[in-house]
């Protein structure tokens, strides 16, 4: 369970696939040398600090994780993160919480809750994706238009009001770079899919700005140089204050990393027909945001596109995504001065690309047309994450959904008394009254579903309609998958009540496991009495007319 798959890929690794993962290596480092530096600027940081990030995580990842093809770096869905927080907490708030989400990441994973990640709710999911794109996009409208303006405002409504106040300031020669820009990543690969669109559209607008001098803003023009090697690793200052402060942004990290690492595992696994080890997936993402953080970097996860790029030109092993880390090293130490020459329209029309693919629009269509309930998480988390803040649009959205669950749970369980008309032994409904004869003192309800804390109350209200008191009660539970600490506490309410009326509680068809070893821990077993808790309903009627007979003999 935590052992990396490194391990297993490399018994029989030979030099066909050796070259294979070299191919992919080298392909996907260039590929993720635009995005790194795209994604760094629209997080509020400097470009290096993606460029870090996608070398260090990226490296670990491969190294230590549970998926044969997984590529790590930091993505698009970090962005509205890692914005904020650099907003509210400055560069080495981000870089604690970081720190603290990598530790969050390696306990989830010792916790071996990989799998329960997995269960987050598809609406949600799509919901806070598609509301990540649009911000992605809206926060590219500034460069995109090359607007003269100042600091765009973070709040999503003010942001669109500001553009819409400066759009008279658009420049044409950064809105052409921009769409030409996405011309070309649209229609490159008509062309071939070897080398990347995002790149071929790098190096031709950077060419144009550079010969034909046009006047449009670059990377060196706002934020300087780009260093060509690596920073010194620095151990961040933790306190007791600063991780209170952070804790809430540290764990929005850790929860969307895990949920995005785990989900471009399970798609790559569809590709190459693989097995991911999702613990050991959260355990390596957390390192690599650990060490990320103590190289100046932003929050690292699984990127979905960067990933199916590696498997698509033959990476089956980490050895590709070892070597794209090491690719991008090399860009970085002898070419990454050159890319200061980017201009930033260019890297904005890239950024509305990966905002198109990531808004998942048939998807979010798709749910529309479904169940209620699924349109409610859906909306309800989309709008928060676009006009509130992410980390509460995840936490309402998956209270709302747990509430719309619980709902549907108490909806599918049902409590019927069950007519004179009874069911033969093996169980199968019957109309004829002499297969099984109810004696007349004797009344049953049947409860269908789980009864759970949602349902519980209402096989307790049901009990209320018996108008006379028998002298036996049958609960017919053959239908009851589980039962839960509330389940079970009515059930001991109703026992006591009909104690005090002298009525004898039976609990017939007791077949779940489940149901039966919590009836022993609780003692309720042992409270109705074992011989009065049958696994079938000839056996409840049997001992019903034993105790009727007892109660005549006495009476």
Do not use: C
Request: proline share 5%; no cysteine.
């Amino acid at each position: 369970m935590f052992r990396p798959k490194i391990f297993d890929t490399l018994k029989n690794y030979n030099r066909q696939q050796f070259t294979k993962d070299l191919m992919a290596g080298l392909i996907v480092g260039i590929v993720a040398l635009p995005l790194a530096i795209a994604f760094a600027i629209a997080s509020g940081v400097s470009p290096e600090k993606g460029l870090f990030t996608a070398i260090i995580a990226g490296f670990i990842i491969s190294a230590l994780g549970g998926s044969r093809v997984q590529i790590g770096g930091p993505t698009g869905a970090f962005i509205v993160i890692v914005y904020g927080i650099v907003q509210q907490y400055g560069v080495n708030g981000l870089i604690i919480a970081t720190f603290i989400a990598g530790i969050m990441l390696i306990i989830m994973g010792l916790a071996r809750l990989g799998a329960v990640i997995k269960f987050i709710p598809h609406p949600l999911i799509i919901g806070f994706t598609s509301g990540i794109a649009l911000i992605i996009f809206s926060s590219q409208v500034k460069d995109f238009l090359g607007l003269k303006m100042g600091t765009v405002p973070a709040d999503f409504l003010d942001k669109w009001k500001s553009y819409f106040e400066n759009f008279h300031s658009a420049d044409v020669y950064a809105v052409l770079i921009g769409a030409a820009t996405i011309a070309i990543i649209l229609l490159w690969p008509k062309v071939t899919s070897k080398i990347p669109g995002s790149l071929v559209a790098i190096l031709v607008t950077t060419l144009a700005v550079q010969l034909m001098h046009l006047p449009v803003e670059t990377i060196g023009s706002r934020f300087g140089a780009i260093p060509s090697s690596l920073p010194k690793p620095v151990l961040p200052h933790l306190s007791f204050a600063i991780v209170k402060n952070l804790i809430q942004p540290a764990f929005t990290i850790a929860l969307l990393g895990g949920i995005e690492s785990l989900l471009s595992a399970v798609v790559s696994d569809g590709m190459i027909g693989g097995n991911h080890r999702s613990n050991m997936e959260l355990v390596a993402q957390g390192v690599a945001n650990i060490f990320s953080s103590l190289f100046g970097g932003i929050p690292a996860t699984g990127a979905i596109a960067r990933t199916a790029t590696n498997v698509k030109n033959g990476g089956r092993t980490p050895v590709a995504g070892i070597i794209h880390a090491i690719t991008l090293l090399m860009i970085m130490i002898f070419v990454g001065k050159w890319a200061a020459l980017i201009p930033m329209a260019a890297l904005a029309g890239i950024l509305v690309v990966v905002a198109y693919n990531m808004s998942e629009w048939e998807n979010f269509i798709s749910v529309l047309k479904g169940p209620g309930s699924d349109i409610a998480i859906l909306l309800t988390t989309f709008f928060l994450t676009v006009l509130v803040d992410l980390t509460v649009a995840i936490e309402i959205g998956m209270v709302l959904a747990a509430f719309l669950f619980m709902r549907n749970m108490i909806k599918s369980s049902e409590v019927s008394i069950i007519p004179r008309e009874m069911v033969d032994e093996n169980g199968a409904d019957s109309d004829d009254v002499n297969d099984y004869a109810i004696p007349k003192d004797v009344e049953v309800f049947e409860i269908t579903g789980p009864l759970f804390f949602g349902a519980a109350y209402k096989f307790k209200d049901a009990i209320k309609y018996i108008q006379t008191h028998p002298k036996v009660l049958i609960i017919r539970m053959r239908h009851v998958p589980i039962i839960d600490a509330t389940g079970l506490r009515v059930l001991k309410e109703v026992h006591k009540e009909m104690k005090q009326h002298g009525t004898k509680l039976m609990l017939a068809e007791v077949n779940s496991p489940q149901v039966l070893k919590e009836l022993k821990e609780s003692r309720l077993l042992f409270a109705v009495g074992k011989a009065n808790v049958t696994p079938t309903f000839a056996e409840v009627l049997k001992r019903s007319n034993e105790v009727l007979n007892e109660r005549k003999n006495i009476e």
